[in-house]
């Protein structure tokens, strides 16, 4: 049998997932689709099973489904609705189902959709802004007129400030917030990313109530690329869509919530704003207007393939959470849409997937909800910042490699902790003997490389500042604050996210000239400190594992098989299930798309020996972990 839980199926009852004895967590599924159905988008429904179903026990991760859902599930086990009114004391408890324990108040399941919505629901934490991610946030808030609590929306202040922005804004949406003379039905809650370490102690540092029972900390992700004019978009499109003034008809601009938490993104996104207004636009050759909209395919005149300097490229955020059981301590990673870190211009997976590989040694982390939109035969130019089977086996691939590493240095560190002890000198100094170097000193420091007696450069870090580069090779002028270009692992390859798919050159930096000439250098960690030199080498990047191509067979609907053979990886992430959610439906006959990706995955994941079960959920399903 494929799956690793138990697994219970019947024509007319919900599927269940895993084993409920002892679990930290219950995940209800409200939508596992990334589209184009609106009514099975992405939203999730998490709770610890130690607090019942009490107030406030319940968080929703995304909402692109949400309150229809629930009421959905309901449905299969009380009317619709009721035209009587339930009798003073009355209570209903189900004894099966993704709600079973719930003492519901009312007789509809209507109305006991509302119960639950108002009053265990406590917060909405949101990856990010994208419709089929909250939408259904937005068109419930008005059955919250009379509850008796905001609702919070917990996100990174990106997130959130898009959501101001765009959607309670009495445009799009009635301001409904507690914020800008909104109504209050809802609350805003920003989290710093990487977690408040001011908050909590040992395992639980960082991490932040979301509701009862659960914490949750938050990393920024990547959700590709996208471009928009440099003007504001106030006084450009509101002017000609409108035929009003930017003046008497502008909406708050965009570019706080399009600039992501983190600086090396905004860093990212001026370098490439600068390389395009070094080279002109051509205007097309033809008939056609250049100012008309045009249609791919549509005209045989081939498009503009130089940068319009009106236009600048920018990351779209994402996030990933990881939440806590405060009882257990066990904790699941849900990731929003990502892209891989091979085609990414602001590669962040990797700060994730460190943080969890210390989790994974530590058998904290039981379970990674992330999202697998496509299937292989899918080009790295259609992805439009999603994954696919090949890029998910190496990201997990770099996660696995990542957990072998801290597991080896546990076990060298167990080993030699007598022999450090014994080498100990008898005198140490005391603090207030010890004198902090001179900024003289330090930079002396940097700038020296220091030599053993063979000639061969010792494990000391050099701690440089890395200049980035643009994609045609250049320097872009500004620093880098990309963690990844700290990372020994990081530096080299990245896979084209255009449609040429060749790869640039890149100027190689001192770490990479390290790297390849067998010194080991000194690491950063995603805080800005030195991380100390392990025995073993660095993981290498997921665009470094494995970076698919189209002329390894992808793009026409080729697996993996048949390639260069792969590296075996012996498992290292046995016992870790992962569970694919923003599958995109075709709307066509033959296999479902799930269960393609699915194939896929399992056949890859086998190939290098991963470890992780690997399951597709579906709306409605009810899975514990």
């Given amino acids: 049998m494929r799956e690793q839980h138990a697994r219970r199926e019947a024509p007319n009852q919900l599927r269940e997932l895993g084993e409920k004895n002892e679990a930290s967590f219950h995940i209800i599924v409200l939508g596992s689709s990334g589209g184009p159905l609106e009514d099975n988008a992405t939203g999730l429904l998490v709770r610890a099973p130690q607090t019942e179903w009490r107030k406030s026990s319940m968080i929703a991760v995304d909402a692109g489904s949400h309150l229809a859902n629930i009421i959905r599930i309901l449905e299969r086990q009380m009317p619709l609705t009721s035209e009587i009114l339930p009798p003073a004391e009355y209570s209903k408890t189900l004894e099966a189902g993704p709600f079973a324990g719930i003492p519901f108040p009312n007789i509809s399941a209507k109305a006991n959709g509302l119960h639950i919505f108002r009053e265990i629901l406590h917060a909405f934490l949101i990856t990010h802004p994208h419709l089929d991610h909250l939408s259904a946030m937005a068109i419930n808030t008005p059955a919250l007129e009379y509850g008796r609590e905001a609702k919070a929306i917990v996100a990174l202040p990106s997130t959130i400030e898009a959501i101001k922005n765009h959607i309670f804004n009495d445009w799009l949406w009635p301001n409904l917030s507690d914020e800008g003379n909104g109504v209050g039905f809802v609350t805003y809650r920003r989290l710093i990313e990487g977690g408040n370490p001011r908050l909590g102690s040992g395992e639980s540092r960082g991490y932040v109530n979301v509701c009862d029972g659960l914490a949750t900390k938050c990393w920024g992700i990547s959700h590709g690329k996208c471009q928009r004019r440099r003007l504001s978009i106030s006084g450009h499109q509101h002017s000609d869509s409108f035929g009003y003034t930017g003046a008497e008809y502008a909406f708050p601009s965009r570019r706080m919530s399009r600039i992501s938490d983190a600086s090396h993104d905004y860093f990212a996104a001026v370098a490439q704003q600068q390389q395009q207004s070094q080279q ?346």
């Avoid at 993996?560 to 290292?572: A, D, I, N, V």
């Fill in 280 to 625: 002109p636009s051509q205007p097309f050759i033809g008939s056609m207007s250049a100012a008309a909209p045009m249609t791919p395919g549509a005209s045989s005149v081939p498009p503009n393939l130089a940068p319009d300097p009106n236009y600048m490229f920018e990351p779209v955020g994402s996030s990933a959470f990881f939440v806590r059981n405060d009882a257990t301590g066990n904790e699941i990673l849900i990731f929003g849409d990502v892209e891989p870190d091979s085609v990414s211009m602001s590669p962040r997976n990797h700060i994730v997937w460190e943080d969890a590989a210390g989790k994974i040694v530590n058998s904290s982390l039981k379970a990674i909800f992330i999202e697998c939109s496509y299937d292989d035969s899918v080009r790295n130019e259609d992805l439009y910042g999603h994954l696919c089977p090949r890029h998910l086996i190496a990201e997990l691939s770099f996660l696995a490699k990542s957990v072998t590493n801290k597991r080896k240095q546990q076990a060298d560190q167990g080993a030699t902790t007598d022999q450090r002890t014994e080498s100990v000198p008898a005198v140490v100094p005391s603090m207030a003997m010890r004198q902090p170097p001179s900024p003289t000193d330090l930079r002396r420091k940097r700038k020296r490389a220091a030599t053993s007696t063979n000639g061969d450069s010792t494990l000391t870090p050099t701690l440089e500042i890395e200049e980035p580069t643009n994609f045609d090779g250049t320097s872009s002028g500004f620093p880098s604050t990309n963690p990844s270009s700290a990372n020994p692992g990081y530096v080299g390859k990245r896979v084209a996210s255009h449609s040429c798919g060749h790869h640039h050159p890149r100027r190689r930096t001192s770490r990479e000239v390290n790297s390849h000439s067998g010194a080991a250098s000194g690491a950063i960690t995603p805080g800005g400190r030195p991380k100390p030199v392990a025995s073993q080498a660095s993981p290498k990047s997921p665009a470094q594992v494995f970076t698919p191509s189209v002329s390894q067979g992808y793009g026409q609907g080729q697996s993996s098989s048949g390639t260069q053979p792969r590296e075996k990886l012996g498992e290292p992430l046995k016992g870790i299930t992962v569970y694919i959610i923003h599958v995109k439906d075709t709307l066509t006959d033959g296999p479902s798309p799930g269960d393609v990706i699915l194939g896929q995955l399992r056949a890859q994941g086998e190939e290098i020996e991963l470890g992780v079960e690997f399951n597709v959920t579906r709306c409605e399903d009810s899975i514990w972990v």
